[in-house]
């Protein structure tokens, strides 16, 4: 049986249901650029493909993987004015995660897992399931639990040595470097220009963040530090370690949520 949302009828879901409501997996990426050599879609594809194999594991659905995200942010991801970034407003993205939280949970589907493959997502991810659990509550649904997590913050020390064998400069100076690159060259091989994989200094952000952006301090890249250390064995290792770690805390978190 599929572990697609999307691929069942609503006859079968409803039966899903029935027989015990499966967690819903909701990955949540972006829109965003990711350097010469990697594709728009990296922070869809990255915890779609995880997603799947974790569903897989614990017998949870995906849902459809929401292609757009909160805005680019120069630290984090380069910044919103490089082509083909298309972002929502925060307030947007609210409302349609909220949305989605609410209809799904109407329907019997009260354990959620929001995924989020897009640092920039997540304190809107936080509020839409506020404002979602909030609507719920006030029509009476009850026992909504939403479970949010970025698959990056699983990354053990052991698996952080493997990628970086001379230490890890910051998580967010590892947009579209050694962690990304080497899970797409894993996840996605056909998706990475390999011939176009960037080296060059690590981004050198003051501590402060100005408004609008100051493009200039930002790679011409869009990578915000050398991408050359990846490696599909990385990306491996880094799929083999988070797939079981994230499926085992989410039965955690569904487990105590049973018992009361
Ligand atoms: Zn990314
Ligand atoms: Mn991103």
Redesign the pocket.
Known sequence: MTVHLDELTWVELDQRVRDGPPVVILPAG?L?Q?GPHLPLG??RFMPARLAERIAERIGALVAPALPY?YK?QPK??GGNHFPGCASLDATTYIHMVRDIICDLARHGLTRIVLFD????NQWFLTEASDLALRALRAEGVEGTRIVKLGYWTFITPETEAALFPDGLLSWELE?AAVMETSCMLHLCPDLVRRDLIPDGPPADFPPYDVYPADTGSIPPTGVLSSATGASAEKGRIVVAQVVPDIAAALDTAFQSDQQG
Not at 117 to 120: D, L, T, V
């Open positions: 972006s965003e990711h990296t922070d995200g680019s984090s991801g493959g897009h640092m920039e947009h």
